[in-house]
């Protein structure tokens, strides 16, 4: 099935560094997503896209719906040890979070004190 | 927010044997589940979406009749493993829809046979 191209695939980083992973698609999505997860638990939404150039932020991170809707990008800035995680990017073709979701492989963070 | 719950955590069962996880919307009514199946640093793959009072729907791949769901009310769904072997082994998550809001995933369920 779709599969989003999601990369780095992990990130090594130390404590206070901005971190940006990107994800991309040889198909169009009207929904972006970009989800944490922590070891052994679901993914937890972070941020939620619903148009073309939408540029949102929530605390350090910022995610943008690229232009082409085949793209999307998160960016963490000033990164804290309690962002080490999994980060995934979803992609949905309905207009909203709900329906089903299309994910990337995952970016892999790991944050050096 | 909104709280998906999947129960068990973990289980450990023994091959040939069926293992049943719930996964529960505690305060909100969800038409719509979905689940998925991890494996280790790997992506969350679909495996069937299921609507409550209907069959469920299942992804190309995903045998029927060894994940059998059931969404019998507006809070609770099911996903039995069936004569489960040690390939079976993976991490299932289940997540929940409410008209009008985001999707919530549980916190998956560890299965390990033996």
């Known amino acids: 099935g779709q599969q989003l191209n999601q990369s780095p695939q992990s990130m090594f980083i130390q404590e206070g560094e901005d971190v940006s992973m990107n994800c991309t698609s040889s198909?169009?999505?009207?929904?972006w997503l970009w989800y944490k997860q922590d070891p052994g638990e679901g993914p937890v939404l972070l941020i939620a896209?619903?148009?073309?150039?939408e540029l949102t932020s929530n605390g350090r991170l910022t995610a943008q719906f690229g232009i082409t809707r085949k793209d999307s990008f998160l960016n963490i800035s000033a990164s804290i040890p309690s962002d080490v995680g999994i980060y995934f990017c979803?992609?949905?073709?309905?207009?909203?979070?709900?329906?089903?979701?299309?994910f990337g492989r995952g970016t892999q963070l790991t944050v050096w004190p | 927010g909104a709280v998906v719950s999947q129960h068990p955590s973990w289980v450990i069962c023994k091959s040939g044997t069926s293992v049943k996880i719930e996964c529960r919307s505690l305060?909100?009514?969800?038409?719509?589940m979905f689940w998925y199946r991890q494996f280790p640093k790997q992506s969350l793959m679909l495996m069937a979406t299921?609507?409550?009072?209907?069959?469920?729907?299942?992804e190309q791949g995903v045998e029927k009749d060894k994940f059998l769901i059931n969404h019998a009310s507006l809070t609770l769904s099911t996903l039995t493993v069936t004569s489960a072997h040690p390939e079976d082994s993976s991490f299932y998550i289940c997540?929940?829809?409410?008209?009008?809001?985001?999707?919530?995933f549980g916190q998956g369920t560890r299965l390990t046979v033996v």
């Open positions: 997540s929940a829809n409410a008209v009008g809001t985001e999707a919530f």
């Open positions: 198909s169009i999505f009207n929904t």
């Open positions: 299921s609507n409550e009072g209907s069959k469920a729907t299942y």
């Open positions: 305060d909100f009514q969800a038409t719509t």
């Open positions: 896209l619903y148009k073309a150039g």
């Open positions: 979803a992609g949905s073709r309905t207009g909203s979070t709900l329906g089903r979701l299309y």
